[in-house]
């Protein structure tokens, strides 16, 4: 079957709150996420793969901008694609998209923050040819 990535509008926030059910284990209402897709306001990219017609995996990108930097940053902050699509590429294929939506906004690197225990994860990023840093990433509760 052959697979289809698109960007994603708000026809697809019901599949996306089913396939972010499945990956983040959250309910995310589906009016929220169409606002969400179609806020001029937002600084999310987010693709989505259909195996005929059928809602398979996405791929999000964060884009931000800051006087530090001249040009803007960006991170693939979202990336799941549903157990029985895995290992045929799909995965591979959004972040390929991912990284094209990234140029075309100026972007010259794409950074990503997988779990430390997700070893899938990491290898997936490496055979990418991500490579990992020492950054440490700190959180507290407000
Ligand atoms: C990580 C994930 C997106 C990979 O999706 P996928 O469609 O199965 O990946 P691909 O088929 O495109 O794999 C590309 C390459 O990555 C590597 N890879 C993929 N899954 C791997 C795994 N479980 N273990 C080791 N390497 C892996 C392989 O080198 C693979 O190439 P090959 O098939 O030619 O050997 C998917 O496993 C997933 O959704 N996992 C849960 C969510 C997650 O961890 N997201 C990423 C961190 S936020």
Redesign the pocket.
């Known amino acids: 079957m052959s697979i289809q990535i698109h960007r994603a509008s708000r026809a697809d926030a019901y599949d996306l709150a089913k396939l972010n059910r499945a ?1 983040n284990e959250v309910d995310t209402p589906v009016s929220w996420i169409e606002e969400s897709l179609s806020s001029p306001r937002s600084p999310e990219i987010v693709l989505i793969a259909r195996s005929g017609g059928n809602a398979v ?1 996405f791929g999000c990108l964060m884009i931000w901008y800051s006087f530090c930097y001249e040009k803007p940053e960006g991170e693939i902050s ?4 549903v157990e029985s699509h ?7 294929r959004l972040v390929e998209q991912l990284l094209k939506e990234a140029q075309a906004f100026g972007l010259s690197e794409i950074h990503v923050m ?1 779990g430390s225990k ?1 070893e ?2 990491q ?2 990023y490496e ?2 040819e991500f490579q990992k840093n020492d950054d440490l990433v700190f959180s507290r509760s407000i």
């Open positions: 990956f995996g979202e990336l799941f694609v895995r290992h045929q590429g799909i995965g591979k997988t997700n899938a994860g290898a997936f055979a990418l």
